[in-house]
């Protein structure tokens, strides 16, 4: 866990994170809040990948930008995940403190640790980009649920 | 509610609904019953976009074929949604049935009738394609939860 | 479908409502729109069993009343289900149309229908009861998904 | 972080985790995995209050016993929550490791520490009750999110 801005970044999580916030711009949530949050990934091989959060009437339905962006990078077979950025803004203005990633997406991230067999870095920036923590899902969530299910 | 076969379809819903087929590859379900799902949108002005499910050992944040799909139209900006396909297969051979899209489902197809502003076509299939539901939102959701959160 | 009022309800049906309204008071919401529901049921034995929906701050976790209440019963073995009725208030006033289950709620009542072998009958209410509508699983989740889980 | 077994607990402990495997026998989950789990938490004022996860066909539906525990108290009006604690049994026998509970579960504890205003103690046990984690909420999910809704 490291607390940064936007310099203090290097230049391939400069750009993960510029593709997060150009994504901001397909968020769609009309409804209360009105928060709306960009997501971008980085394969293992070098490929970006970003999505929004999509927001329904019936909210227990809504799924974050992190989890739309990794159901994007899956459905195109991209499994192997490098590091993910998020941002996100308000509806009455900018959001002050990094955004953190929900319990749900840690979750979700984790399934990707998982495939990929190494951690996952999480770049979390406020509107500004003057606030960003560098962090990773294991970091985020320790000591996971790793369910019972088979995988063989 | 109409039940067709691959034949009974036209050109477009054949098409739509190879393109959610070939989405099945890239399918992730290595849990339990390792159903695969894929699933395809047209939009009105007629750009085809596909998707496919993503499940995890936690089971309650999976993610169905239908809404990873959404989720990709809306984050390319896409939400004049014309007609959707899916089809399915389990992990241990062909669904002989018509994968029918779980309420969850029908409630996140429900929001871009409302953004769209008319009925959404669906076309459910089974692996085979040799039985096919046509039908539609309105039909599979009737009087459906609108919520109150104000989209003003 | 049938479109009544608090007086056109049998008793069994008021008694329902009224321990539904009663759940009210615990609804957990204080998330924008703020909207609270209350749900009862009753089992084919005549049991009531009542709960409030549950909002937090990451809204896709929110559970709805109707899931929270047929969880209830569920974790106190009562899973043969008659009825259920729902009602609920938005945080600036009464609502003014009956409340209806989302789809994922429609999906979960659903397991219950299939439990117990019999159509499930759902009343839903506007705040002031004068306008409610008397309806079933099966009208509102018409040929519902299935699943291909092994339940042997 | 602690990991001890049964006679490791102090009375209140044991009598929590009791509950929590006393509720198994109600949790309900016909499907796949089988998993079995049970939960119960203990109230600031000393009250316990138990319940089962419950799993439905459609699996995105699904609710662990954490949380269906938590909207069990909640629709009691008891959200002053002390400790909590969890047990799971699989469908083809023991689970050896603890369980620990899912990144939306702990989302979803995590308002009730808001709620309280403190840390919530969490026991996770293996079905033989013979190797325990000690933890917490803010241990399991550092950093959370915690949206941006109002709750003024």
Redesign the interface.
């Known amino acids: ?1 490291l607390t940064t801005n936007f310099n203090g970044l290097n230049e391939e999580e400069k750009a993960l994170l510029g593709e997060a916030e150009k ?1 901001l ?2 968020a ?1 949530n ?4 009105k ?1 709306r949050v960009g997501a971008a990934v980085r394969t293992v091989a070098g490929k970006i990948i ?3 959060n ?11 930008a992190e ?6 990078a ?4 991209e ?1 192997n995940i490098h590091s993910m950025a998020i941002i ?1 803004i ?1 509806g009455d203005g900018d ?1 002050e403190k990094p ?10 991230i ?2 990707f640790v ?1 495939i990929g067999g190494s951690d996952i870095q999480i770049l979390c920036s406020n509107t500004k980009k003057d606030e960003i ?1 560098k ?1 990773s899902l294991n ?13 063989k």
């Open positions: 866990m994504a711009q397909y769609y009309p409804y209360n809040s928060t970003s999505g929004s999509m927001c329904i009437s019936s909210s227990s339905a809504n799924i974050c989890r739309v962006t990794l159901s994007i899956s459905s195109q077979g499994r996100g308000d959001i955004i953190m990633p929900c319990g749900t997406c840690r979750q979700f984790e399934e998982k923590v962090t970091e985020l969530l320790p000591f996971p649920y790793i369910g019972s299910g088979d995988t």
